[in-house]
Every structure is written in structure tokens, then in C-alpha cells.
């Protein structure tokens, strides 16, 4: 099938979303709730991807990064964007978090 520039279409990928899961698991060397290097390098990916097909694909490696991240309680598109943008999601949600519970109370 022929790479399409039609976004109204469904999302077709290279993989199902659980060869995803196993792929993401198997090439990140970090703990699985801290994947912010592993999408950082697949954001890169993606934003100079022009086949459709190679792109929806690095968008879902991103999103099943993202379900098992300890940030995920940030909107999606927010946490790309911060990355993007060459910030530490994860040290900002950690002071986020210190800053909202007192360790004495």
C-alpha cells in the first residue's frame, strides 16, 4: 500500500501494540517506569519520519513508553512536548510530587 498523507485515515502500524510492549521492553536498558531517554531518541524519530506507516509505528512505541511510565499521570502530548523541549519530565514530576506531600505530616 502506498505511504498516504490522508490523517483521516485509521493509524496503521508495523507491529500489534502488545510487539510493542516486547520490543520496548527488550531495547530499553533502564527501569521500565523511567523511559523518558528511550522516547526522547524515538520523538527524534518521528518528527523526521515521512512515511506514514514508520511514523504511526514510533508514535505507538512512544504511547506503550508513556502507559508504563511513573509520569503518565501527565497528558500525553504534554510529556512529548517537554521533551522536545530538552526537559527532565521525570525530575519536574518528582518536585512536583516533594513539593505536594510533606515527608513530616
Known sequence: MPPTDDFEQEPYYIF???EADRLLTEALDTSLDEP???VRLLLIL????SERQ?????????EVAYEGSIVRSIDFDKYL???RQGRNVLEEARSRWQGGHDPEA
Open 36 to 38: 523518558e531517554p528511550f
Open 81 to 83: 512536548e517537554a521533551i
Open 54 to 62: 514508520l511514523k504511526d509505528s514510533i508514535y505507538l512505541l512512544m
Open 16 to 18: 500489534t501494540h502488545k
Open 46 to 49: 518521528h518528527d523526521h519520519a
